[in-house]
């Protein structure tokens, strides 16, 4: 962030709000202590009455009762049931995956860490979209990694501008991460066009896709286009179902190429042994016929918040204003005129009891500030009209 910038992050009382380094969230919590009035829109999590406690209540009653040897070691691969039924649902939407090639990890942020640690030396380059996901950003950085953005646009990441970007790197990346079914945090979809172009030229190449997938079961207009891994068995795979359950059951999963999958369970076990067993049993007895029905649900209940908040920004918006309607998962990009500053205006924003996350967090160089992601899944209808109401009056303020 520009030293200017800096200097313009302080409110109307006397506490200087300092902006994020590596991570957002102390900043975060700097925005919530100045107003705890203020309603949190920079989450990306399912509303608590959204959760199928009761269910998952009974999946858990029933892990416990397998017995005790449910609690000795084993199992760093996951629970066999729950990668049959995983590799079912990826099934279902196209790629073929064999349950022998998924392993159960500590949610899809330990898939993104665990790729890291077997692809990544320090200074060696990674490909992401710009913007991306900022906590892959955080892994990436950890790992002293190089990290390059491609631009992206309202059909997802601009493949052309890859190629060009491979064409004057020194040395070939040693992957792309990339999220492109309701983008975390544009929501938008890559489209199939673009697709099929991106794993030729990853072909082409020899450039290993990350395809990160936490919120292709979640839409809210038509299905998606087809997942890289089923136009490319080589691309690797992550899944979480934080996003369709919860997000603090921490159970996500790799789907690797079988000459990667000992790589990353070598890792892995050197990482934490095995999995949680009581948990990934509890959320296979959960699942098991019940989860389809849940998404649909869900689905429901996110297209009526989706909506509103669609409808907010309609009404409340000052010209110049522009947004992206995603067509599933959690998140609405709003992008503000020439001149404005999304970090510097997050005080005033909060004072008017709105938070959200600047899109400077989102981008390798923190260089676009002219953006914000906003969350409509765990929020109701009311409120979203309401914040709605006072971001406008935020950003006429400015």
Known sequence: MSSTARQRMTGTTSRRIEPFADSIWPWVDQMSERNPDAVFFGGGVPPTDVIPIDRLREGSAKAWADGPEVLLYGEVRGYRPLRELIAARMRARGAEVDPNDILITNGAQQGIDLVARTFLDPGDIVLTEAPTFMDALRVFRSHEATIVGVPVDEQGLVVDALRAILDRLPTRPKFLYTIPT???????????????????????????????????????????????????????????????????????????????????????????????????????????????????????????????????????????????????????WVTLPEGYDTDAMLPDATDRGIIYLPSSCFYPDRSWNRSMRLNFSAHPEDRIAAAMESLGESIRAQ
């Open 182 to 332: 309701y983008q975390n945090p544009m929501g938008v979809t890559m489209s199939l066009e673009r697709r099929q172009a991106l794993v030729e030229l990853a072909r082409e190449r020899g450039l290993p896709i990350v395809e990160d997938d936490p919120y292709g079961e979640l839409a809210y207009d038509e299905p998606p286009p087809p997942m890289l891994k089923s136009l490319e068995p080589e691309v690797i795979f992550l899944g979480t179902f934080s996003k369709v359950l919860a997000p603090g059951l921490r159970v996500g999963w790799i789907a690797a190429p079988p000459d990667l999958y000992e790589a990353f369970f070598n890792v892995k076990e050197g990482t934490d042994i095995h999995n949680e067993r009581i948990m990934t049993r509890s959320i296979y007895h959960a699942a098991e016929g019940f989860l389809d029905g849940h998404v649909a649900r869900s689905q429901e209940v996110y297209r009526r918040r989706r909506d509103a908040m669609l409808a907010g920004l309609e009404a409340a918006m000052p010209p110049g204003v522009t947004w992206i309607r995603p067509a599933g998962g959690f998140f609405l």
